[in-house]
Nanobody, 115 residues
């Protein structure tokens, strides 16, 4: 069974940085697209960044130039480097793995940006 485990969340001041990690079981991470989503209280879950098995990336307009998604297929891990964080980035961040049958989701990790 596929399992996704996020880590790296926490509380930072505006302008600070965090790096989120998502470790996947098995080797499935290496052949499927993955993404990072986030959900704030009372808000819809939204796509933040996505990456293909070949390393092509896509970002929400709100995070372009600040966030970077990457993957290490040998370690079955995907990362989200978050720089210049804003209070509006506060949310639970979820790792997502896409297959033809279903999506897999991690437990989520809390990111809080506050002074």
């Amino acid at each position: 069974q596929v399992q996704l485990v996020e880590s790296g969340g926490g509380m930072v001041q505006p302008g600070g940085s965090l790096r989120l990690s998502c470790a996947a079981s098995g080797s499935i991470l290496s052949i499927h697209p993955m993404g990072w989503y986030r959900q704030a209280p009372g808000k819809e879950r939204e796509l933040v960044a996505a990456i293909t098995s070949g390393g092509s990336t896509n970002y929400a307009d709100s995070v372009k130039g600040r966030f970077t998604i990457s993957r290490d297929n040998a370690k079955n891990t995907v990362y989200l480097q978050m720089n210049s964080l804003k209070p509006e980035d506060t949310a639970v961040y979820y790792c997502n793995l896409v297959t033809t049958l279903r999506d897999y989701w991690g437990q989520g990790t809390q990111v809080t940006v506050s002074s």
